[in-house]
């Protein structure tokens, strides 16, 4: 008996959805659209000291490794060191490290560019 040509075409068009659903789930985590906190939630001392967090925002100054970074809506900045490739300044970041205080991130772990989502 041969097979419906509908069916496969079904099966490949419900592939090819899900791998676009997960692509741009993936490049929504990789831009700071899931899970970042506010870097005003920072200043403003609602996240505690030592918590792990993701914050985005535009990198506005850097001396050597010293980093600084403010909110996307102005609302506040940061500042953290790293030691690794360093994006230009005016990009937007996504920087995930821990709380060291109302003003800086501590262990940071990664700074990456925006993709796509700014």
């Known amino acids: 008996m041969p097979r419906k040509k509908g069916k496969s075409k079904g099966k490949a068009i419900v592939t090819v959805l899900v791998i676009i659903i997960v692509a741009v789930g993936i490049v929504a985590w990789h831009d700071g659209m899931i899970g970042t906190t506010s ?29 600084s970074i403010e909110a996307l809506d102005g609302n506040g900045g940061l500042i953290f060191v790293w030691d690794g490739n360093s994006p230009a300044i005016d990009s937007i970041i996504v920087v995930r490290g821990k709380v060291g205080s109302v003003v800086s991130l501590d262990s940071v772990s990664s700074v990456v560019t925006v993709w796509v989502f700014k």
């Open 39 to 67: 870097i005003k939630s920072i200043n403003d001392g609602d996240i505690d000291n030592g918590t792990e967090v993701t914050v985005k925002g535009k990198l506005t100054g850097r001396i050597g490794n010293l980093h």
